[in-house]
């Protein structure tokens, strides 16, 4: 069985001459295969494609997929956007008592599974002309124990609460203070509790369209506990978040799983990791179809998804393999100085900034982290040259490349305009080619205009492009934001190889630790008060550093036996107390 995609948003009829059909044997022999819908875009009739991909390599814009499928999937087809649409194969297990985690790339299906298993996206198992019911869902599982989940949902016994994965787009639907949006969810009156533990209690006062990333996610968490349902779906609860607060979620939302029925998708490993007791990859082909895998428990599927390879299914996703460091690197103490600082200061009305003296060495890569609103970006944009301290200074005439934390562009035109435009000659430059542009996927969205791109795409794109232009220094502001598990890999090993071989130095700002682990040859470290008062410290040697950042957040990390990852310890284990007790939180 082969099925044919096209990729609508990567469709662009209007600046093609219809390749995909001009191409196509089967046309040229007088069938009718590729017609042309009212719309514009073309309609690949699977029935009469013979499967020969001549339209897949036609097309200028990679729109298209033909893609050869076992035939038994077919049976497990359970929802298809439309004809040439996004497939999704099988679904998650709905199991009690335990947290059940969603792990794939974007564009994989992760939302679509969780729409339907909350009830808000009636599958139509494939058959997209008529309208779909619960009925015929309940009767195509039947014999299962998700027919008996999808009756339930059906007859309004099981309700579901949904953590929506786009917390930025409440504040366009309610307007108003936070406290009236939790009030209206807080069906067993325990609004102060839940506000106490997520920590947002200053916030309840403030209006929703007025607060960070951070908080607006805090906040849509806070509203799905407060909700009474039965299961609970929380698609992407880390984004925005530092890594004290996904830990205080993460532990909130396991203690849930004790009562309900919980699913998680999440794409930072070490947040995934500790918050799943089960996980179910999800692979195929991003934008075209997903399969979610069996089940398995939550280290052999991390593991596995580091590995690059999935045994069971033998399906490779990535030619490399992800590994962590036992030990901790040496720091470079033996190379020059590029810049360095005295003592810095800086306020805003109601925050101080105080940074200590430092220093950032020729070839060095430094890893920034601390909680959310203790001056990282501040002091990131003083090195940058973009914002003055109020007193200290800055030593070094050197030359820059700057990825703010939040990218905006009002740029018209395409991906591929905007990189000749911007890193001109650079474009043709083989090693920059081979070592950016490829393994960032940057040619998929080449011709994608640059204000339709998602937040995964444009993250790319302006990585691609910091990295492209010439500097001494590279700072980047939390690159790991809005992409998936493997493109951070891919994106941390991208930016430390490019680093290296070229023998230049970048400061970079995350809280994903396994980003900052794979990158970082030392850290710097920002305490204090977030909103008030952020002391920043360091570069120290990564032990250091992580102890000392580790430390403030109260949590300790052993080592997995097989693979050396880092995994965060449960709290008050005998490993976290032991490792406490030794002031070894990270390199145990
Ligand atoms: P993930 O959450 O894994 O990133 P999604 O479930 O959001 O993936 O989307 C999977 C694919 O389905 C994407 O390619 C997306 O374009 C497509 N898709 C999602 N919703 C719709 C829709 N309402 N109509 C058509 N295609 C959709
Ligand atoms: P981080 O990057 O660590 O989250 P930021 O450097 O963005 O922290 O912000 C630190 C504090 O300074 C926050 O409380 C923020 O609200 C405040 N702040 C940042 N920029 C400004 C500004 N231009 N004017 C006033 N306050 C600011
Ligand atoms: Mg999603
Ligand atoms: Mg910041």
Known sequence: MHIAVVIHDRCQFKKCNYECRTYCPPVRMGIDTVVITEKGYPKIIEELCEGCGICVHKCPFEAVKIIGLPEELNENLIHQYGENGFRIYRLPRVQKDKVVGILGPNGIGKSTAIKILSGNLIPNLGNYIETPSWDRVVDFFSGTEM??????????EFSTVVKPQYVDKIPIVFKGKVRELLKSADKQGQLDEIAAMLEIVNTLNRDVDKISGGELQSVAIAAALLKDGDVYFFDEPSSYLDIYQRLS????IKSLASKKIVFVVEHDLAIMDFIADAIHIMYGSEGAYGIVANVRNTRNAINAYLEGYLKDENIRFRDWKIEFIMHPPKRKS???VLISWSAISKKYTGFQLDVYPGEIRTGEVVGVVGSNATGKTTFVKILAGVIKADS??????????????YIKTDYDGTVEELLNMTLKEKMLNNFYRAEVLHPLRLKYIYNKEVKNLSGGEMQRLAIAISLGLDADLYLLDEPSAYLDSNERMVAAKVIRRYMENLGRSAMIVDHDVYF????ADSIMVFSGEPGKHGIAEGPFSMREGMNMFLKNVNITFRRDGETNRPRINKPDSYNDREQKSKGEYYYA
């Open 147 to 156: 027919a008996d989940y999808f009756a339930k949902l059906r007859d309004g």
């Open 249 to 252: 979620v993460a532990k909130v």
């Open 334 to 336: 033996e190379l020059p």
């Open 392 to 405: 200290g200074e800055v030593n070094s005439e050197i030359k820059v490349s700057y990825k703010p934390q």
């Open 516 to 519: 900052i682990d794979i990158i």
